[in-house]
């Protein structure tokens, strides 16, 4: 069955320090991973996609992502978190970018200064 | 990226009304989606729509939904006979090989 794992309900981040948000998925097939974010009552934005290649994907906002087959992760990082990036942040698989995709819970990010 | 337009962004409504919400692709586009979030909870596919056919649905899409694209621009959300439980944002999304969303239709059912 398909699945998605974000283990952080909430994670708590000073502004300028780095950032890690775990995603970990169950997925039959060759996985299509997204990251999303959501801001206060707005949509689901794209920060990236991996569909194949390099394991180490960039995105939008300076967000990069790695893909780890092994361990069936796909861990969203920034380097130096913005109070702008505070946010809800949901990982997804799909079959393909055309095909349904199954989210996770999300992980919801406070930014304090 | 072109957007996805979605109305209305608050719906409130009775329990037991039908309610319609719209998606308004700004391109052309062949595939749609509906996906819902429930407050708190993650977001859930609940359909798919290619070339003016549902292509794919979730255990979720039972007969009280339905979809439809009628004037080949705005794509329709129906939900009949709306329930307390079917309180939650509605998003609409459009797929090139990468899904766009909409900013959401939030359906409040008292």
């Known amino acids: 069955a398909q699945s998605v794992t974000q283990p952080d309900i909430h994670i708590t981040v000073s502004e300028g320090a780095s950032l890690e948000l775990r995603c970990n998925y169950s997925?039959?097939?060759?996985?299509?991973l997204f990251w999303y974010v959501q801001s206060p009552g707005q949509g689901l934005q794209l920060l990236l996609k991996?569909?194949?290649?390099?394991?180490l994907v960039q995105g939008i906002k300076g967000f990069e992502a790695e893909f780890k087959r092994s361990q069936s992760s796909f861990n969203l990082r920034k380097p130096s978190v913005h109070w702008s990036d505070a946010a809800e942040y949901f990982c997804?698989?799909?079959?393909?970018?055309?095909?349904?995709?199954?989210f996770g819970t999300g992980t919801r990010l406070t930014v304090i200064p | 990226e072109p957007e996805v337009t979605q109305t209305p962004s608050h719906q409130v409504t009775q329990m037991g009304q039908e309610v319609i919400l719209r998606c308004v692709p700004i391109s052309n586009h062949l595939y749609f989606y509906w996906y819902r979030q429930i407050l708190g909870q993650k977001v859930e596919f609940l359909v798919s729509f290619y070339n003016n056919e549902i292509s794919e649905k979730s255990e979720i899409f039972d007969d009280q939904f339905s979809v439809e694209r009628p004037d080949g621009s705005n794509f329709t959300l129906k939900i009949r006979s709306t329930k307390l439980e079917d309180s939650a944002m509605y998003f609409c999304?459009?797929?090139?090989?990468?899904?766009?969303f909409g900013p959401g239709t939030r359906l409040t059912v008292l």
């Open positions: 997804a698989v799909g079959a393909s970018g055309a095909n349904n995709l199954f």
């Open positions: 999304a459009r797929s090139t090989g990468i899904q766009f």
């Open positions: 997925y039959g097939a060759t996985p299509y």
């Open positions: 991996y569909f194949s290649g390099d394991t």
